[in-house]
């Protein structure tokens, strides 16, 4: 792990695990190769956000649904049929904005970096399993009012038919827009 605190507030992550919940098996939850975030401080004290590229490197993440339907991402052990704590819901303010929707004109990304990524979800209920395998997504900057080139690629498969599989690859601009969100 390394910290920085000038001019960047950042953190860099070596290889990292991360288990599930102690009821589903050894498997990781989550694994990442690498990952770094840093963020400059003097603009936060103008309460703007800038954020430097977003890296995730090796990213492996499997998702569990055990034959009671039990979640491996679930770390609360709540029962299935009990509600979310209160007030978790994002609720408009007095202007009708969300509160995400308000914070993005301060929010400046330089880019997203994620390659080398691994998603599985896996459902015993129904005995299927389906895979995003090489996974990468980069962009540009990201920023409210100007365009972001997103560049996304990946294999999708399932199980059991394994003659379900895809390769995709887009490349696209779009524009994030707060104020047209609901």
Same mark, same amino acid.
């Given at each position: 792990?390394? @910290?920085? &605190? %000038?001019?960047?507030?950042?953190?860099?992550?070596?290889?990292?695990? @991360?288990?599930?919940?102690?009821? %589903?098996?050894?498997?990781?939850?989550?694994?990442?190769?690498? $990952? +770094?975030? /840093?963020?400059?401080?003097?603009?936060?004290? *103008?309460? #703007?956000?800038?954020?430097?590229?977003?890296?995730?490197?090796?990213?492996?993440?499997?998702?569990?649904?055990?034959?009671?339907?039990?979640?491996?991402?679930d770390f609360a052990n709540r029962s299935p049929d009990s509600q979310?704590?209160?007030?978790? /819901?994002?609720?408009?303010? +007095?202007?009708? $904005? =969300?509160?995400?929707? $308000?914070?993005?004109?301060? &929010?400046?990304?330089?880019?997203?970096?994620? =390659?080398?990524?691994?998603?599985?979800?896996?459902? $015993?209920? *129904? *005995?299927? #399993?389906?895979?995003?395998?090489?996974? +990468?997504?980069?962009?540009?900057p990201v920023g409210p009012d100007a365009p972001i080139d997103i560049?996304?690629? %990946?294999?999708?498969?399932?199980?059991?038919?394994?003659? *379900?599989?895809?390769?995709?690859?887009?490349?696209? =601009?779009?524009? &994030?827009?707060?104020?047209?969100?609901?």
């Open positions: 792990i390394e @910290l920085h &605190l %000038f001019p960047w507030i950042g953190l860099k992550l070596g290889a990292t695990k @991360l288990s599930g919940p102690e009821n %589903f098996s050894s498997q990781d939850f989550i694994a990442i190769g690498s $990952a +770094s975030v /840093k963020v400059r401080l003097m603009p936060l004290l *103008q309460q #703007r956000l800038e954020v430097d590229t977003i890296v995730l490197h090796g990213l492996k993440a499997t998702l569990v649904t055990d034959i009671n339907g039990n979640n491996n991402w979310p704590p209160s007030g978790t /819901k994002s609720e408009p303010d +007095s202007t009708g $904005a =969300r509160p995400a929707a $308000a914070a993005l004109p301060r &929010l400046h990304i330089t880019g997203l970096d994620l =390659r080398d990524a691994k998603l599985s979800w896996v459902d $015993a209920r *129904q *005995q299927s #399993r389906i895979t995003l395998d090489q996974l +990468s997504l980069t962009t540009g560049d996304l690629s %990946f294999k999708l498969s399932g199980e059991p038919q394994p003659e *379900q599989a895809l390769a995709v690859h887009l490349t696209t =601009r779009t524009l &994030l827009n707060p104020e047209q969100q609901t």
